[in-house]
């Protein structure tokens, strides 16, 4: 990650830290999109993952005081709160997948191509269901990593794992859901 970032947060939380509250705006300005776009690959339901997203930064408020600079950047220690936070939520879910909000009014109102509609539909179930395939830490690797985008170190970061280790869960979770799809399109 450039060092610029890393040099942007350290200064935001240092002044949150003292108690000013633009900087506080300004880091959940900066991360919020990554943040909800994580949710989102977890959880798959809008309005819940909007829900975690405010209540990662209400926790963020509430630790800040207690982040100290590390070798571990800011943006990864929000991530790592991210991961705990929604492996509360599937605990309080029990594990049990809830029909997402989009699906149903997506069936309730059909956009005009029906045709597209279920292409889309269909692509987006089969890559949900290739992921599912995964162990658990090949599938937090492959949404770090190509759903909110974060570099192969802030991954690494994250997951407090080496970088070797990352690059090898993700080349396996790579692989797997290749084969997972070309299945499907026999």
Do not use: C
Not at 140 to 150: A, C, K, P, T, Y
């Amino acid at each position: 990650m450039d060092e610029q970032l890393l040099d942007d947060d350290l200064k935001l939380v240092q002044q949150a830290q003292a108690g000013k509250t633009e900087a506080v705006g300004a880091l959940f300005d900066k991360h919020y999109r990554a943040m909800f776009r994580y949710f989102y690959a977890r959880v798959r339901q809008q309005q819940q993952a909007e829900d975690l997203a405010g209540e990662l930064f209400t926790r963020m408020v509430h630790h800040l005081p207690t982040f100290q600079a590390t070798a571990v950047p800011f943006r990864a220690w929000l991530f790592r709160i991210a991961y705990n936070l929604t492996m509360d939520h599937f605990r309080v879910a029990n594990g049990k997948p809830v029909e997402p909000l989009e699906v149903v009014q997506t069936q309730a109102q059909p956009e005009q191509n029906p045709v597209r509609q279920v292409e889309r539909q269909m692509t987006s179930e089969t890559l949900l269901a290739a992921l599912e395939t995964l162990v658990p830490e090949q599938r937090q690797v492959i949404i770090l990593r190509f759903l909110v985008g974060l570099s192969l170190q802030e991954t690494a970061d994250v997951m407090e794992r080496s970088l070797p280790a990352v690059k090898a869960m993700q080349h396996r979770g790579l692989k797997i859901m290749r084969a997972t799809l070309a299945q499907v399109e026999l």
